[in-house]
């Protein structure tokens, strides 16, 4: 076991139940796909896994380092690529030698060396993400949690982005937690998971 989330109850303001008494587990390089519809605590639950939020009730373990891929980029736009690859470094007393080898070595996998020193608002949206996903996974993330990590591309881009996503998982043996609206790639996953009012469901798939 990796990560464990053990009868969680979350609140919303004023009385709003969002999680109420949820479970799970994740292993070691396992991939675990938690859907739900809109409104129903993905980015809650991404988030609390995260340690962004905390629970009212229950507890959170996570044994592993732990990066995020919001669905909202949080990367600067006047900042190269490189630079806004280096920002988990901020948080890292890693030597800038160290530094330059992951962030250079990141962009060589996803063949972006050429882009190292373009600012972020100049490249593609694919290649925005790319960017997203490095930073998420630079300082030796082994638990990588995406909340909805394709967000805004188009269908080619989108299925340029998972297989680049999936290689990069199985490279860096990183357990996976993706966060997704309905069960379009479940099949790419172990374990599948449904957010059911306040609950996780498992959800069987061949």
């Given at each position: 076991?990796?990560?464990?989330?053990?009868?969680?109850?979350?609140?919303?303001?004023?009385?709003?139940?969002?999680?109420?008494?949820?479970?799970?587990?994740?292993?070691?390089?396992?991939?675990?796909?938690?859907?739900?519809?809109s409104?129903?605590?993905k980015?809650t639950?991404?988030?609390?896994?995260?340690?962004?939020?905390?629970a009212?009730e229950?507890?959170?373990?996570?044994?592993?380092?732990?990066g995020?891929?919001?669905?909202?980029?949080i990367?600067?736009?006047?900042?190269?690529?490189?630079?806004?690859?280096?920002?988990?470094f901020?948080?890292?007393a890693?030597?800038?030698?160290?530094?330059?080898?992951?962030?250079?070595?990141?962009?060589?996998?996803?063949?972006?060396?050429?882009?190292?020193?373009v600012?972020?608002?100049?490249?593609?949206?694919?290649?925005?993400?790319?960017v997203?996903?490095m930073?998420?996974?630079?300082?030796?993330?082994?638990?990588?949690?995406?909340?909805e990590?394709?967000?805004?591309?188009?269908?080619?881009d989108?299925?340029?982005?998972?297989h680049?996503?999936?290689?990069?998982?199985?490279?860096?043996?990183?357990?996976?937690?993706?966060?997704?609206d309905?069960?379009?790639?479940?099949?790419m996953?172990?374990k599948?998971?449904?957010?059911?009012?306040?609950?996780?469901?498992?959800?069987?798939?061949?």
């Amino acid at each position: 076991m990796i990560a464990e989330m053990k009868d969680v109850t979350k609140w919303y303001g004023e009385g709003k139940l969002v999680f109420d008494r949820a479970s799970f587990k994740i292993d070691e390089n396992e991939r675990v796909l938690i859907t739900g519809s809109s409104g129903s605590g993905k980015t809650t639950m991404a988030r609390l896994l995260c340690g962004m939020t905390r629970a009212d009730e229950g507890d959170i373990v996570c044994e592993a380092k732990t990066g995020m891929m919001p669905e909202e980029d949080i990367g600067l736009d006047n900042l190269t690529a490189a630079e806004n690859i280096c920002i988990p470094f901020l948080f890292n007393a890693a030597p800038a030698k160290v530094r330059r080898e992951h962030v250079f070595a990141l962009l060589e996998y996803f063949n972006m060396e050429n882009k190292a020193k373009v600012k972020l608002r100049l490249l593609t949206p694919l290649e925005h993400k790319y960017v997203s996903l490095m930073r998420a996974v630079v300082c030796g993330t082994k638990l990588l949690i995406a909340d909805e990590p394709a967000a805004g591309l188009c269908k080619s881009d989108r299925i340029l982005f998972y297989h680049q996503l999936f290689h990069i998982v199985q490279k860096l043996q990183m357990s996976f937690v993706c966060f997704l609206d309905d069960l379009t790639a479940a099949d790419m996953f172990d374990k599948v998971l449904q957010i059911k009012e306040g609950k996780l469901v498992e959800v069987q798939h061949d």
